[in-house]
């Protein structure tokens, strides 16, 4: 059974830095790609970085230049060290894995940024 358990849940003031993580179990997790994404109130939920099996990291424009996505194979745990934070980084982040060989995707329960003076 694949389970993916987020930590960091955090409320930082405008400016300021939070490193969320993720472990991840029952996955190969050597060669599957990981992912951040996010959900605020009333939108849909978007990408905010991933990462391949080679470390090649990828972002979505909002994050690019703030956020870094890195990942410990192992530890089978990635991480998003997101600096300079904003109002409207303000969301639930959800972690993303996909096996390599697979189409199936898998998703954490989710954990709470606010970004808030």
């Known amino acids: 059974q694949v389970q993916l358990v987020e930590s960091g849940v955090g409320l930082v003031q405008p400016g300021g830095s939070l490193r969320i993580s993720c472990a991840a179990s029952?996955?190969?997790?050597?060669?599957?790609?990981m992912g951040w994404y996010r959900q605020a109130p009333g939108k849909q939920r978007e990408l905010v970085a991933s990462i391949t099996r080679d470390s090649t990291a990828a972002y979505a424009d909002s994050a690019k230049g703030r956020f870094t996505i890195s990942r410990d194979n192992a530890k089978t745990t990635v991480y998003l060290q997101m600096n300079s934070l904003k109002p409207e980084d303000t969301a639930v982040y959800y972690c993303n894995a996909k096996w390599s060989y697979s189409p199936i995707m898998y998703w954490g329960q989710g954990t709470q940024v606010t970004v808030s003076s």
């Open positions: 029952g996955i190969a997790f050597d060669t599957s790609t």
